[in-house]
């Protein structure tokens, strides 16, 4: 099982990105996904989660800013980040609770992690 995440880069204070991230491998079920973000010097911390039904949640400080959504047929999972704020500058982490298939066993498994997109925000 993999999550590979894109779409970060340098953006100016104001501006828009899109993050996305793909789980692949033999995964049957996906549950809650999400974004995480890490900045320098700073714990990782939760930026916002969706369940496999639609329903959302976002940290105080990007509601409104950021959109949280998701394609379970494609197994993408998408952050629309908008009025970006240098404070948004973190290195951001896709998260997914899934269960896939190994040896003809199906192993639920939580937390598993995407490798990360740098986002910077500076004008």
């Known amino acids: 099982v993999q999550l590979q995440a894109s779409g970060g880069g340098l953006v100016q204070p104001g501006g828009s990105l899109r993050l996305s991230c793909k789980a692949s491998?033999?995964?049957?079920?996906?549950?809650?996904m999400g974004w995480y973000r890490q900045a320098p010097g700073k714990q990782r911390e939760l930026v916002a989660t969706?369940?496999?039904?639609?329903?959302?949640n976002y940290a105080d400080s990007v509601k409104g800013r950021f959109t949280i959504s998701r394609d379970n047929a494609e197994k993408t999972v998408n952050l629309q980040m908008d009025s970006l704020k240098p404070e948004d500058t973190a290195v951001y982490y896709c998260?997914?609770?899934?269960?896939?298939?190994?040896?003809?066993?199906?192993?639920?498994?939580?937390?598993?992690w995407g490798q990360g997109t740098l986002v910077t925000v500076s004008s």
């Open positions: 998260n997914a609770d899934l269960v896939y298939v190994e040896h003809s066993e199906m192993v639920a498994s939580k937390d598993n």
């Open positions: 491998g033999n995964i049957i079920s996906i549950w809650d």
């Open positions: 969706i369940t496999s039904g639609g329903s959302t």
